[in-house]
Nanobody
Framework: QVNLVESGGGLVQAGGSLRLSCGHSARTYSGYNMAWFRQAPGKERDFVAAISMRNKAYYADSVRGRFTASRDNAEKMAYLQMDSLNPEDTAVYYC??????????????????WGQGTQVTVSS
């Protein structure tokens, strides 16, 4: 059983920054891909970013150039640095994990394990 624990959400003004963190419980964390999704009220859960087990990053078009996904295998952590935030980024953010080889995937159905979610609110 893999557990993911997120932290770092909060309230920020437009143009500001936040960093989300996600802790992973697997002993073999380096063999897992990590991803971030977000879900706004009344909308579907959308892909935001992923960082593969090979440390390759993938981004949704809406966040590319503003968000940065990273990982620390020694600490079994994944991070999402969010800069130049705007009100459209307001959502509950979830970290997710899988062991897919070659490409981590951008669909929620690609991921087996999920964090509890953390609220990010960007005020205008």
């Amino acid at each position: 059983q893999v557990n993911l624990v997120e932290s770092g959400g909060g309230l920020v003004q437009a143009g500001g920054s936040l960093r989300l963190s996600c802790g992973h419980s697997a002993r073999t964390y380096s063999g897992y891909n990590m991803a971030w999704f977000r879900q706004a009220p009344g909308k579907e859960r959308d892909f935001v970013a992923a960082i593969s087990m090979r440390n390759k990053a993938y981004y949704a078009d809406s966040v590319r150039g503003r968000f940065t996904a990273s990982r620390d295998n020694a600490e079994k952590m994944a991070y999402l640095q969010m800069d130049s935030l705007n009100p459209e980024d307001t959502a509950v953010y979830y970290c997710a994990s899988n062991m897919k080889w070659a490409y981590p995937g951008t669909a929620a159905s690609d991921y087996n394990y999920w964090g509890q979610g953390t609220q990010v609110t960007v005020s205008s």
